[in-house]
């Protein structure tokens, strides 16, 4: 019973912290955008898949990572998943994607930043994760989407299983596709350990997939790591997401946020449910029944002007 209270009380300080920080940086954004051209009004809502041995970080949720800014001619939303396997080797992989994400922050405010190039954002990140003189090990995943103001564009760099989804008028009509070198093993930037470069998996952002679309007033945009997507089916994800098209106050869409958060945090742990996880396991010829428990990142935004 003390265990169970003390997991309700995280997740209610969870929930409110995503909410306060978010709710401010919406804010800024709503307010610095120019009236006559589209912006994004953002949250986020996120939990670590184990809250007793994962500590609170601003930008964090175990070992995602996640940042969201913007400049006045641009609004800028990323989410990173450290492969989880570097912790059996004493490395934390929350750290490679932290490293990510931040510098992608960074280098936004940057003179020579290119809307138009997230992927830039990932290669430039990783080649400074690469130079730092204390080697930060471990690999991720990363997804970055940027909405160009001044053209109503929306451009996006997307490497491994985390992802992002665009609705409007109630249905889907972009999408991220799942890069994998077979079942369960992602795309990832690495940097493995010395003398261990030939038994890792490294790919370069480069073979990032890179895609440009028009965006238009209310459509909503889900980018998130894989504890979402591998347990939540589209379908759910479509009816949650349809509700908020064209909504622009903070609160409902913070609120939105919670409950896919939340949703696929309860799916994960339900060994009965047939997760998309499940059924990709079992195309794969793998008996596997239930979700799949991870760290789980939303970000959640609409298109306003």
């Given at each position: 019973?003390?265990?169970?209270?003390?997991?309700?009380?995280?997740?209610?300080?969870?929930?409110?912290?995503?909410?306060?920080?978010?709710?401010?940086?919406?804010?800024?954004?709503?307010?610095?955008?120019?009236?006559?051209?589209?912006?994004?009004?953002?949250?986020?809502?996120?939990?670590?898949?184990?809250?007793?041995?994962?500590?609170?970080?601003?930008?964090?949720?175990?070992?995602?990572?996640?940042?969201?800014?913007?400049?006045?001619?641009?609004?800028?939303?990323?989410?990173?998943?450290?492969?989880?396997?570097?912790?059996?080797?004493?490395?934390?992989?929350?750290?490679?994607?932290?490293?990510?994400?931040?510098?992608?922050?960074?280098?936004?405010?940057?003179?020579?930043?290119?809307?138009?190039?997230?992927?830039?954002?990932?290669?430039?990140?990783?080649?400074?994760?690469?130079?730092q003189k204390k080697p930060i090990l471990g690999s991720s995943t990363a997804c970055v989407l940027v909405l160009n103001r001044e053209n109503s564009t929306v451009y996006t760099a997307n490497i491994g299983d985390s992802g992002f989804m665009v609705v409007r008028k109630g249905e889907i009509i972009h999408k991220s596709e799942e890069q994998q070198h077979y079942f369960n093993t992602p795309f990832q930037l690495s940097l493995p350990p010395p003398g261990h470069d030939h038994n890792v998996l490294?790919?370069?952002?480069?073979?990032?997939?890179?895609?440009?679309?028009?965006?238009?007033?209310?459509?909503?945009?889900?980018?998130?790591?894989?504890?979402?997507?591998?347990?939540?089916?589209?379908?759910?994800?479509?009816?949650?997401?349809?509700?908020?098209?064209?909504?622009?106050?903070?609160?409902?869409?913070?609120?939105?946020?919670?409950?896919?958060?939340?949703?696929?945090?309860?799916?994960?742990?339900?060994?009965?449910?047939?997760?998309?996880?499940?059924?990709?396991?079992?195309?794969?010829?793998?008996?596997?029944?239930?979700?799949?428990?991870?760290?789980?990142?939303?970000?959640?935004?609409?298109?306003?002007?």
């Amino acid at each position: 019973m003390h265990s169970l209270s003390w997991t309700s009380r995280v997740i209610s300080r969870a929930l409110r912290n995503g909410f306060s920080t978010l709710m401010e940086s919406a804010n800024v954004t709503a307010a610095g955008a120019n009236k006559s051209r589209p912006h994004f009004v953002s949250v986020v809502c996120g939990f670590p898949k184990d809250f007793l041995t994962s500590k609170y970080k601003p930008g964090k949720y175990g070992e995602d990572s996640w940042f969201k800014t913007s400049t006045l001619n641009s609004d800028v939303l990323g989410v990173a998943d450290g492969v989880g396997g570097w912790r059996s080797y004493g490395i934390d992989p929350g750290e490679f994607s932290s490293f990510l994400m931040k510098t992608c922050e960074r280098l936004v405010h940057c003179v020579n930043f290119n809307p138009q190039r997230p992927v830039n954002l990932l290669a430039y990140s990783y080649c400074e994760l690469l130079e730092q003189k204390k080697p930060i090990l471990g690999s991720s995943t990363a997804c970055v989407l940027v909405l160009n103001r001044e053209n109503s564009t929306v451009y996006t760099a997307n490497i491994g299983d985390s992802g992002f989804m665009v609705v409007r008028k109630g249905e889907i009509i972009h999408k991220s596709e799942e890069q994998q070198h077979y079942f369960n093993t992602p795309f990832q930037l690495s940097l493995p350990p010395p003398g261990h470069d030939h038994n890792v998996l490294s790919d370069s952002p480069d073979s990032a997939d890179t895609l440009s679309f028009p965006v238009k007033e209310g459509d909503v945009i889900l980018v998130a790591t894989d504890g979402v997507f591998d347990n939540v089916p589209e379908t759910l994800l479509l009816d949650v997401l349809k509700e908020v098209e064209g909504v622009t106050d903070p609160v409902k869409l913070q609120m939105t946020a919670n409950s896919l958060a939340l949703m696929a945090r309860s799916l994960s742990f339900d060994s009965e449910f047939m997760s998309p996880f499940a059924i990709n396991a079992r195309r794969n010829n793998i008996n596997a029944t239930g979700g799949k428990p991870d760290d789980i990142t939303v970000l959640l935004a609409t298109v306003a002007m």
